[in-house]
């Protein structure tokens, strides 16, 4: 069988759709392919938080890598500002509970 090549665009489409749907095995069917194959990519892009290759000269492989560490911190700065306000949320509604029904 011959091997395909696939463009990182389409394989972080694919991941994104694993993550999306929760079931690889379903998305590697649906596009026809191999389950191992898209499984191999799902592990790659948790683990370097990407499925693109890094490039073979050092420094661009350090721009890279700091370009994605700056990507994951902006994501990690967003996802705990929203973990903050749910959690005032939260308070808030408590504490309107326990005033509205004192027990």
Known sequence: MAKRKYSDETKEQIVKECR??????????????????????????KETGSVRS??????????????RLDKMSDENDKLKKIVAEKELELAILRELRDNVNPR
């Open 20 to 45: 999306e749907i929760g079931n690889t095995a379903l998305v590697a069917r649906r596009h026809n392919i191999s389950k191992h194959t898209v499984y191999s990519w799902v592990k790659k892009a």
């Open 54 to 67: 890094l490039p073979k000269d050092e420094k661009k492989k350090m721009k890279e890598i700091e370009n």
